[in-house]
């Protein structure tokens, strides 16, 4: 029988959620523990023996939302928890080189026991740095101020191989290669997947074999911009996909894989005469993507058994925009890092959710019972949540706007006459139990002793409260 996979949601929110709960979920693994991504604020959700008994730490990228407490759960480590072994920390080798010049200055010094002296340490003295995904074949060497390019074995690439460009205001360091196949000019960090021999090796995993599981990070479904990675957990046989952030939109991505820029300012022979280029690179690659990362790209949404993918509304730009979350599969999907005043069909992750996934079923957990994500409708509405389930006589209907966003709308607004709407009885999910909404959503719950009261106001001004059942069981 395959262990539980437990996944506590302790930030499910953006950058600008009032919440203040951006991204970070707790993976337990029998008694393993997996923290992916440090947005929230975990020492306020978390107990002192379960911020203790963080094994790892797996870093998508380093947008603040993702990341924010980081550096205070590595001090935690080293100097409340000395005895405790330092927290491993997974990520690809450019985003932990991000990391590291990010952190530095909030590690590298510390005051002496008497507090006269200023104390330098290493970054070591704080992680243990696990390096996953694969090597880049090329890499950028500086020696008193001359740039050079050199392959794996140590070896300078030639000028009509690769070129390295310096943005012009930040001054920031990246390559441009030829692609011998292909017979195009591309930046390897978005033309290659991670599994293309072209232009990567060694590609690492992270093994945990007393409870036979695998966590690898993934680049080709991954579309943000900065260094960004997805991570992919195998248990037994059960495949997690977990997208970080991403632009999910197959027809972007195709587009991406095929089209060519011709007019890439590199075929001016004069420019191919130079090395180093002090210019935006985008007027120079011919071709974004190549067609294994885009074949493999739609392999993850294929091939894994469960996904946990972000969301957004409308024209993100760098995020998964609703109406291109359609195609996935109810059943096996939940859609976290959505805003507030969201409706979606498929199930909403929310702050404090406690999820199982065993023997190929995904569960809520609530009060240690298991719970099938059974309704037919999730909804994130003024920082509260619901869900819905079809009803004829129902209180709510669903429409679906001009920019293939879901509505709420009640019953009395939409024209009866209409035969394609479908109706909705909405229930309010408070720690995974649900309780019965008004039409106008004003229903107000109170907890009190592990029991939930509804809030009833007389006409004389006296409140009234009425113990409640919990519609879910």
């Given at each position: ?35 992916i ?14 911020i ?45 080189n ?7 200055p ?10 006269k ?50 943005l ?9 290669v030829y ?34 599981t ?60 130079k090395f ?45 925009d ?37 023997n ?38 669903v ?49 009190m ?15 009234l ?9």
């Open positions: 029988m395959q262990i539980p996979i437990s996944i506590r949601i302790l930030g499910d929110s953006g950058p600008f959620s009032p919440t203040g709960r951006s991204i970070s979920y707790l993976i337990e693994l029998n008694d393993y523990k997996l923290l991504d440090a947005g929230a604020p975990v020492f306020y959700l978390l107990s002192f023996p379960e203790c008994s963080i094994d790892a730490v797996l870093i998508t990228h380093l947008h603040e939302d993702h990341k924010r407490w980081l550096s205070d759960l590595l001090l935690f480590r080293k100097y409340v928890t000395p005895t405790k072994p330092k927290i491993k920390l997974l990520s690809s080798e450019s985003i932990h991000e990391i590291k010049q990010n952190l530095i909030s590690l590298e010094k510390t005051l002496s026991a008497d507090s002296k200023i104390i330098r340490l290493n970054y070591d003295d704080f992680v243990d740095c696990i390096y996953l995904g694969p090597r880049a074949k090329y890499k950028v060497i500086c020696e008193n101020n001359n740039y050079q390019i050199i392959d794996e074995n140590e070896k300078p690439v030639s000028i009509d191989k690769a070129k390295i460009f310096k012009p205001f930040t001054e920031n360091i990246d390559i441009l692609d011998e196949r292909d017979k195009v000019w591309v930046n390897p960090e978005a033309y290659y997947s991670f599994s293309d021999e072209r232009y990567y090796y060694n590609n690492r995993t992270f093994d945990i074999p007393e409870i036979n695998k966590i690898e990070i993934i680049n080709a479904p991954i579309w943000h911009g900065i260094s960004a990675v997805g991570a992919v957990l195998t248990v037994d046989d059960t495949k997690i996909f977990f997208s970080g952030d991403t632009v999910f939109d197959l027809n972007l991505w195709k587009e991406l894989a095929v089209v060519n820029n011709d007019n890439a300012i590199l075929k001016n022979s004069e420019i191919k005469n180093v280029i002090s210019d935006d690179i985008n007027k120079y690659i011919e071709k974004m993507w190549s067609m294994e990362r885009y074949k493999e790209a739609i392999m993850y949404y294929n091939n894994t058994d469960f996904i946990i993918h972000d969301s957004a509304a409308i024209n993100s730009i760098v995020h998964t609703f109406k291109e979350l359609y195609c996935l599969e109810k059943s096996k999907t939940l859609l976290t890092h959505s805003p507030d005043n969201y409706v979606s069909y498929i199930p909403l992750t929310y702050k404090d959710k406690k999820y199982i996934i065993q190929k079923k995904i569960f809520e957990n609530s009060n240690n019972k298991n719970y099938e994500l059974n309704a037919d409708i999730y909804v994130k509405y003024q920082l509260r949540y619901f869900v819905g389930y079809k009803n004829s006589n129902g209180l709510f209907a429409i679906e706007n001009d920019n293939g966003l879901l509505e709420l709308k009640k019953r009395t607004e939409i024209n009866q006459s209409s035969k394609d709407v479908e109706y909705y009885n909405l229930f309010e999910d408070i720690d995974g139990a649900y309780y019965p909404a008004d039409s106008e959503l004003n229903n107000i719950y109170i907890k002793k592990n029991k939930i009261y509804k809030s009833v106001e007389k006409e004389n001004g006296e409140i409260l009425i113990l409640q059942q919990n519609h879910r069981e």
